[in-house]
C-alpha cells in the first residue's frame, strides 16, 4: 500500500508522516510552498523527509499567497498582527482561505497518477484555533467529492483529527520520534529557531507555541 503525506515540517504533519510510515509500506511527503510567513518550515520538512528516509515533492503554489489578506502567506504577511479573531469572516489570521481544499486537490493529483489512493492530512479539530478546514465534516466531503472527480476510491487520512495536542505528543513517543518532533519540527508563527524549550523551539508567545507549550505540559502529567 502507498501513502501520500501532505507535510509541512510542523508537528502534526511529522508525526502523520510517522505514522504513516508504521502503516504503508511506501510512503512519500508533499510539501507546498504558497508564499508561507517563513520558509524556515520547508528546511525543516526537507531535514525531516531526509531523517525519516521519505522521498519529498515540494510544490509551488505560490499564488495562493496573493488571493487573501492574512498573517501566515504573502508578502505583507510577516508585518502583519497575528490574531485569533480578525480574519476573513471573523476568523482567525492566520486562516488561509482554501488553502486546505487545494492542498488535498493537488496531493490527489499528484497522487493518483502514481497509484497513490490514500492521503494522509494533519487536520485536527480539537485543541485548536476553530478553522473550518480542519472539521471531520469537511475532510469526509472533500474525500468524497475527489473521488468522484477522479472515479477513484481515494481515502483521506486524519491520524489526529479527534486527539488534543498532548495526546499528539504521546503518539509520537509511542512511533519513537518524540525528540524528532521536539528537535527539528517548526511550529511558531514568528519563525523564531533560536531558543530551545523543553518543547522544542519557538517564540513561545504566539498562538501555535502556546498550544504547543501546553500540549507537552499536559503531556508531561499524564
Not at 15 to 34: H, I, M, P, S
Not at 128 to 141: A, H, K, N, T, V
Request: charged letters at 20%; a neutral charge; glycine letters at 8%.
Amino acid at each position: 500500500m502507498k501513502a501520500c503525506v501532505v507535510f509541512s515540517g510542523g508537528q502534526d504533519s511529522t508525526t502523520c508522516l510517522a505514522w504513516a510510515k508504521k502503516n504503508f509500506k511506501e510512503v512519500y511527503a508533499l510539501n507546498f510552498f504558497y508564499e508561507q510567513r517563513h520558509v524556515v518550515e520547508m528546511k525543516c520538512a526537507e531535514k525531516i523527509a531526509k531523517i525519516l528516509e521519505t522521498p519529498l515533492q515540494i510544490v509551488d503554489l505560490s499564488f495562493l499567497g496573493t488571493l487573501s489578506n492574512n498573517s501566515l502567506s504573502g508578502p505583507d504577511s510577516a508585518g502583519q498582527k497575528i490574531d485569533l479573531t480578525s480574519g476573513f469572516n471573523n476568523l482567525p489570521s492566520t486562516f488561509v482561505v482554501g488553502r486546505n481544499a487545494l492542498f488535498l486537490s493537488v496531493a490527489a493529483a499528484w497522487a493518483l497518477p502514481r497509484g497513490i489512493e490514500n492521503i494522509v492530512f494533519g487536520a485536527s479539530q480539537v485543541d485548536f484555533s476553530g478553522y473550518p478546514d480542519c472539521r471531520e465534516e469537511f475532510l469526509r466531503s472533500q474525500e468524497k467529492t475527489l473521488s468522484l472527480a477522479t472515479d477513484s476510491n481515494l481515502k483521506i487520512h486524519t491520524p489526529i483529527l479527534k486527539i488534543t495536542k498532548a495526546q499528539t505528543f504521546e503518539l509520537a513517543a509511542e512511533l519513537g520520534v518524540l525528540e524528532l518532533i521536539l528537535e527539528e519540527t517548526h511550529t511558531c508563527y514568528k519563525g523564531e529557531r533560536t531558543t530551545r524549550h523543553a518543547w522544542g523551539y519557538g517564540c513561545g508567545q504566539c498562538p501555535a507555541c502556546v498550544l504547543r507549550k501546553e500540549g507537552f505540559e499536559k503531556y508531561g502529567k499524564s
